[in-house]
């Protein structure tokens, strides 16, 4: 069984840091897309970021040169660092995967395409 579990949400303030862990399991096949998104109250859900097996990232407009994606293949373990933080960026978080070649984004990911999905961490940034 796949699973994946989010960590390191909290609550900052505007300008600061977290780093967001996702740690994936039960995952067999060799190449992956890897996705993280986030949905504030009465919004949809949005990509944030993304990587593949390849190392090649992706970042939704909102989000470049503050978030960086990142992963430690080893310990299969994908990150979010989070800088520069404004009070839009709260909301909670989701991990995600797919078996894919690659991602191919251009910007942010498409969560309809992830099957497997974490249970989400919440992240607030009070201005």
């Known amino acids: 069984e796949v699973q994946l579990v989010e960590s390191g949400g909290g609550s900052v303030q505007a300008g600061g840091s977290l780093l967001l862990s996702c740690t994936v399991s039960?995952?067999?096949?060799?190449?992956?897309?890897m996705g993280w998104f986030r949905q504030a109250p009465g919004k949809e859900r949005e990509g944030v970021a993304s990587?593949?097996?390849?190392?090649?990232?992706s970042y939704a407009d909102s989000v470049k040169v503050r978030f960086t994606i990142s992963q430690d293949n080893a310990k299969n373990i994908r990150y979010l660092q989070m800088n520069s933080l404004k009070p839009e960026d709260t909301a909670v978080y989701y991990c995600?995967?797919?078996?894919?070649?690659?991602?191919?984004?251009?910007?942010?990911?498409?969560?309809?395409?992830?099957?497997?999905w974490g249970q989400g961490t919440q992240v607030t940034v009070s201005s």
């Open positions: 995600a995967q797919d078996p894919a070649d690659a991602c191919g984004y251009p910007s942010d990911p498409d969560p309809a395409e992830f099957g497997y």
């Open positions: 990587i593949d097996s390849e190392v090649t990232a």
């Open positions: 039960g995952y067999t096949y060799s190449n992956y897309c």
